[in-house]
């Protein structure tokens, strides 16, 4: 989705099709090619080929804004030539500006009084018309006003020099000092640049999901040392194919790595990881690392902390927010707690896998804030499907519908795929069902365990527990949307 106003002569990344997003530049269309009918598009012209093409607008993002995460999903021969071609572009901008700006000192004292006596009085004429003075244009084709830099999240993007840059330090320098005014910290990540450097212990993984999947790749695609297991044995080959070697059983990878991470999908089964035959815990020994990465309740998170601990291992629970697309991205948001040392050597794991990383504390908290996190998605899930079902049977387009609020406040990446998923009735698992139904019904448990009512996750867990019961576990937590037609 696009995230600023876009105009001609703007760099971008225009995404068509199945194909990766790719770097281009706005530009006029040929006078006899007509654009086209429905959302509104705009003409692209993509460096390193040849190619041209309509691409509509939430399909486009700034090249400056989005450099860093483009570059991390996008790899290739051409793809790097193209994104060249670009700064190539930028850097001849720049040169053709100094040219310019060596050439304007060189105006006699006489002609800059000239110029400057016209100009006071072409101000003058133009306000008494009631039209500001124009800016002086920037050399990039970046937002040139407060209100469109500000319609992103400020602290996640790096800018170019000048006063655009000044007031985004100003208010990113605002947002660091909230932030250090309280206990939690917060690591960004370095990978979408390129620059995680591998840590030299060999690390572990167990569990091999959907999320745990892309997980791992990352971890391997930035060169970490890596030993898989998975109950379905058969879902480790394509990483051994990768340069990971294979663990026969947990307690073996705990063994025989420095730091072990698990992702399971619910508290009994990350139990039973544990504490099961050839488990965790029988790999543990003083110095060894635990990191649980799956979503769980606060004591099941607790329970697993002391067994780790009482063997003189360290432990660390690290859920992480996000989903398939998300992990195979590495741009999922880490929430740990626990050892804090342990967080420390995670870092360039976490910067693999994701775009932050939070500490938070005690262990617990990082299970709490998940549960939270994932009520309120399922809770907006639900609502997101019960809207659409409601504007069915009102004989309103839900195309419509998914447009006017692609438009508004509620513009966002996750509503955009979970209502192409409702409009074309794909319900692919990228967030399975029976996890955020899983993941309500802990979050309803916290709630009561602190005499709190959560009644909008206590309406969206039944709507989803409904869905559960057509046979939609197993389909991506959109589905909740045949509940709603029923």
């Known amino acids: 989705m696009a995230t600023v106003s876009l105009r001609v002569g703007d760099l971008v990344w225009g995404k068509l099709g199945g194909y990766p997003p790719w770097p281009g530049k706005i530009v006029n269309p040929p006078k006899d090619l007509k654009k086209p009918r429905g959302k509104k598009c705009f003409f692209v012209k993509f460096f390193g080929t040849e190619d041209h093409a309509w691409i509509k607008v939430d399909q486009l993002k700034s090249y400056q804004l989005h450099k860093e995460e483009m570059v991390k999903i996008t790899k290739g021969k051409r793809f790097q030539q193209a994104v060249d071609a670009v700064e190539e572009f930028i850097k001849s901008k720049v040169s053709v500006l100094t040219s310019l700006d060596d050439k304007n000192r ?74 250090e005014s309280t206990s939690i910290q917060a690591a960004d990540s370095t990978a979408t640049n390129g620059t995680v450097t591998p840590t030299d212990k060999r690390i572990g993984f167990l569990g091999l999901g959907l999320m745990g999947s892309g997980i791992v790749a990352n971890l391997l695609k930035m060169g970490h ?35 072990t991470l698990s992702c399971i999908s619910d508290p009994k089964s990350a139990k039973d990881l544990v504490l099961g035959p050839s488990g965790v815990l029988q790999g543990i020994r003083p110095g060894k690392c635990y990191v649980d990465m799956s979503t769980v309740d606060p004591e099941t998170a607790t329970e697993i902390s002391q067994v780790i601990t009482s063997r003189g291992g ?56 998940m549960l939270i996190v994932n009520m309120i998605l399922g809770s907006f899930m639900a609502s997101v499907a019960e809207g659409f079902t409601l ?21 966002s990446a996750f509503l955009d ?22 993941d309500l019904r802990l979050a309803i448990a916290m709630g009561d365990a602190v005499n709190h009512s959560t009644p909008m996750a206590a309406a969206a867990n039944e709507v989803f527990k409904k869905a559960k019961a057509l046979d939609q576990s197993e389909n991506d937590m959109s589905a909740v949307y045949l509940a709603c037609n029923q």
């Open 106 to 179: 060189h105006i006699s004292s006489e002609d800059k009084r000239q110029n400057s006596s016209t100009a006071e009085i072409s101000e003058h004429n133009t306000r008494k018309r009631g039209r500001p003075p124009k800016e002086e244009k920037d050399a990039f084709p970046e937002p040139s006003t407060v209100k469109r830099l500000i319609t992103g999240p400020v602290a996640e993007y790096k800018w170019k020099s000048g006063s655009c840059s000044a007031i985004i330090q100003k208010l990113k320098t605002t947002a660091e000092e909230e932030a």
């Open 225 to 259: 040392t890596v030993t898989v297991w998975n109950r379905t044995g058969e879902k480790c080959d394509p990483f051994l194919q990768e340069g990971a070697r294979l663990g026969r059983t947990p307690a073996e990878v705990v063994s025989t790595c420095d730091i």
């Open 314 to 369: 360290r432990f660390l629970e690290a859920p992480v927010s996000g989903n398939r697309q998300l992990s195979e991205n590495g741009m999922l948001v880490v929430l740990a707690a626990g050892d804090k040392a342990l967080f420390d050597d995670c870092s360039s794991c976490f910067q693999a896998m994701g775009k932050k990383s939070f500490y938070l504390g005690e262990v617990g908290n990082a299970s709490k804030m």
């Open 391 to 411: 504007a069915k049977i009102a004989s309103q387009s839900q195309e419509v519908l998914l447009y006017i609020l692609s438009q508004g406040p509620l513009a």
């Open 417 to 438: 795929q979970k209502c192409q998923s409702i409009l074309q009735g794909n319900f692919k698992p990228d967030f399975l069902l029976k996890h955020i139904q899983k």
